[in-house]
């Protein structure tokens, strides 16, 4: 470890980032002295209670918005605007419904000038992964929720980013198909071994997923505390060691929220 | 829509234009209608009949179709310029989108002198007439359309890497096609309208040139021709042109059934 605290392997570092935002009550800073590494190949979970600012951390490591304080370094070097090293799977509604699944997902390739023989190998074999490839030449709208969120997360992967950004990528889906894609996700991971941060608001979903778990306090957003989740995989949705290391991420996310609560609602 | 109440609603269409065209006959027939004043469509039918055998009429279409694509041609292309260059420079946006919207609203025909004193009595005054006629609605709605473009879709091609004119060609102009779609649409109704008003007033000009023999020979089944005319070329625009590409872009959206 070097005196920042990060290791050579780690592929993304967050020091001490801030970011305040003007609204029309006054100055609110959102998120402060955020710090924290993700390592080569790791899948690391971030909760936190709504209005935490997850999604705000997140946007600053994509480069859709700028820092006010602190720095990000992607292989140590700072970031600087959005690119395809940082691929952002958003929640809902932005994939491009003039564009058939495999131009959705062939996009980023295509901005990139990869030659039109191997843009279409790459997109084919991401396809596949994500069991879509029956469904290359459908247009958005004649999907599915899931099948749609499954585009998105084929269009990241297509760019073999640094590190794959997912914005609570299933929350405007039904428990059934998320689940689904929740083992989904797990199984490309464990098959490609990319780096991974994952913004989730269900503490079991982060602990089934993730190596590391870094839950962020409310007001200003900054970290907590993270956990490390030595479990072997695949890991049991019911295995009691599991539901011990939740019920414990759970409690210190309900004294987050109740601090939310008070904020919001108290005097 | 089921395809069974599309044809339900084709077939009431057309009973209805049939009735009210077979009323109008008998009426006229009848001699209950003024017979200079509101000839019998049997009457207009036989003028077209007669006119579409002479070479005169055709060159007069002709004309006036040429000058409309000649006008809607360039309105467009500037429109389209226009609309994006208010988008890409903020000054402008700020300096000239009022004014824009102004000239928008602005009488085409007030143009009129303007041309023929620029131009003289010519084609380029009718087409000039017909560009400021449509070219400020296509330019207002093309930029509406671009700042309406959902900023998601902008913050997703920014994290594949896409920026500068790609960023413009492959994300912000298709997402916005339907509602410049919309522009070039309410510009074409524009440029069509402003051609037959800026015929007539200069005259000696195509299907202008036509309502004014009608309208000197006292001919008001000539003059209900050239309306039969008019009203042909904005339907089949209107259906054949807008109406097949809207389809085509609502059935690739997914925009069926919503509006
Ligand atoms: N563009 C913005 N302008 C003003 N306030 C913002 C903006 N984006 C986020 N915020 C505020 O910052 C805080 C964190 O937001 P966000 O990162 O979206 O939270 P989370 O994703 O954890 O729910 C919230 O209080 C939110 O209202
Ligand atoms: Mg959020």
Known sequence: MNPAGSTSSSVLALRDVSKNFSTRRGELNAVTDIRFDVREGEFVCVVGPSGCGKSTVLNLIAGLDRPDGGSILLDGRPVDGPGPDRVVVFQEGALFPWMTVSENVGYGLKVQKVPAEELDQRVEKVLRLVHLDRFASSYIHELSGGMRQRVAIARGLVLQPRILLMDEPFNALDTQTRDLLIEELRAIHSEIRNTVLFVTHNVREAVYLADRVILISFRPGSVRNIFKIALPRPRDPDNPELEAIVRGIVGELHEEVEKAVAKEFGP | ?259
Request: aromatic content about 14%.
């Open chain 2, 1 to 259: 829509m089921p395809k069974n109440s599309v044809h339900n609603r084709l077939l009431f269409q057309s009973l209805f234009y049939v009735s009210a065209l077979g009323l109008w006959q008998v009426l006229a027939f009848a001699g209950l209608l003024p017979e200079k004043l509101l000839p019998a469509p049997s009457r207009i039918l036989g003028t077209l009949a007669f006119n579409a055998g002479l070479k005169s009429f055709w060159m007069a279409i002709g004309s006036s179709l040429m000058r409309i694509a000649a006008g809607y041609s360039i309105s467009v292309a500037a429109g389209l310029a226009m609309g994006f260059a208010l988008y890409r420079f903020r000054a402008l946006q700020e300096t000239l989108s009022s004014l824009f919207l102004a000239l928008q609203a602005f009488p085409s025909i007030c143009w009129v002198p303007v041309a023929l004193l620029w131009f003289g009595v010519n084609d380029a005054a009718v087409i000039f007439v017909v560009v400021f006629g449509s070219v400020f609605a296509i330019a207002v709605a093309t930029n509406q359309a671009i700042r309406n473009v959902p900023p998601i879709y902008l913050r997703a091609a920014a994290t594949m890497g896409s920026r500068g004119w790609h960023l413009y060609r492959e994300i912000i102009f298709p997402a916005a096609v339907p509602n410049i779609l919309y522009g070039l649409k309410l510009g074409w109704s524009y440029a069509w309208r402003t051609l037959i008003g800026s015929e007539i007033i200069i005259a000696g000009f195509g299907l202008g040139r036509l309502f004014q023999e009608g309208q000197k020979a006292g001919d008001m089944s000539l003059v209900f021709a050239v309306n039969v005319i008019v009203l042909a070329v904005s339907l089949l625009v209107d259906f054949g042109v807008f109406g097949r590409i809207e389809r085509e872009i609502r059935h690739r959206w997914g925009l069926e059934g919503s509006g």
